[in-house]
T-cell receptor
């Protein structure tokens, strides 16, 4: 049981580039979410999904897209990277939104 | 608008003593609260939770207290151990259909001094 896996662990992008952060879980959880962690800001919700085919926006969705075609996968797409998107990104899954299981994170730097 | 606040960015405590981490919230609709612990280069892990129908929940060395009238919760760690050094986040949840989101605080870095 791998839990929640995220790839890549580290990524450097140039302004304007696009990329996809991968997230997968093997616990058959319906609920998945993406957060970003910035100094002094805590964990802020970007997008979340309550099941395959259903996604919704969180607190800071601008500049990010998500889709949920399967229960296992919940990729986060950066459409045109900006320095303000430099952050650590965490994916989480859970059977309900309360007790979430987090992945190890992706550290993204946009130059 | 920060609905969940942890006003102490950092806290240092001697090993063996009690650590008290505090969290305040502004939205009276929150009815379920959680604490997460985060080590460097790892994702947060769930520590303990409490429903608003209770005012205290214990799990080993960890106790969470909830004061609904003050909109305040605290996490007590007794006795503190070096392995407790981490960043602690409190989080809050509204248990009604259509609101499936956790709101996190900004975190408190706890350092246990040997």
């Amino acid at each position: 049981n791998a839990g929640v896996t995220q790839t890549p662990k580290f990524q450097v992008l140039k302004t304007g580039q696009s990329m996809t952060l991968q997230c997968a879980q093997d616990m058959n959880h319906e609920y998945m979410s993406w957060y970003r962690q910035d100094p002094g800001m805590g964990l802020r919700l970007i997008h979340y999904s309550v099941g395959a085919g259903i996604t919704d926006q969180g607190e800071v969705p601008n500049g990010y897209n998500v889709s949920r075609s399967t229960t296992e996968d919940f990729p986060l797409r950066l459409l045109s990277a900006a320095p303000s998107q430099t952050s650590v990104y965490f994916c989480a899954s859970s059977p309900s939104p309360r007790k979430q299981y987090f992945g190890p994170g992706t550290r993204l730097t946009v130059t | 608008d920060q609905q969940v606040k942890q006003n102490s960015p950092s806290l240092s405590v001697q090993e063996g003593r009690i650590s008290i981490l505090n969290c305040d919230y502004t939205n009276s609709m929150f009815d379920y609260f959680l604490w997460y612990k985060k080590y460097p280069a790892e994702g947060p892990t769930f520590l303990i939770s409490i429903s608003s129908i209770k005012d205290k929940n214990e799990d080993g060395r960890f106790t969470v207290f909830l004061n609904k009238s003050a909109k305040h919760l605290s996490l007590h760690i007794v006795p503190s151990q070096p392995g407790d050094s981490a960043v602690y986040f409190c989080a809050a949840f509204i248990s009604n259909f259509g609101n499936e989101k956790l709101t996190f605080g900004t975190g408190t870095r706890l350092t246990i001094i040997p």
